[in-house]
């Protein structure tokens, strides 16, 4: 399940797809995932598990890419 994705520009300019997502595989694991859509397509993403996985994943995303 999606609950965003918006597309931030990093501090070394490169333009990222940022998304806040929960695991098809395993309910109640959220992961934030920014990938680089420019060069190489990397993709960097953090997980999230336990109670209050989704709000600590959306309060990660507004921390570290600026996610609406």
């Known amino acids: 399940m999606r609950t965003n994705v918006a597309r931030k520009q990093d501090n070394r300019g490169r333009t ?40 600590r994943a959306l309060e990660y995303a507004r921390f570290k890419y600026s996610f609406q």
Do not use: C, N, Y
């Open 16 to 55: 990222l797809e940022v998304e806040v997502v929960e695991r098809k595989d395993t309910p109640g694991v959220w992961t934030v995932e920014a990938i680089d859509m420019a060069a190489e397509g990397d993709i960097f993403q953090a997980l999230f598990v336990g109670p209050e996985s989704h709000e």
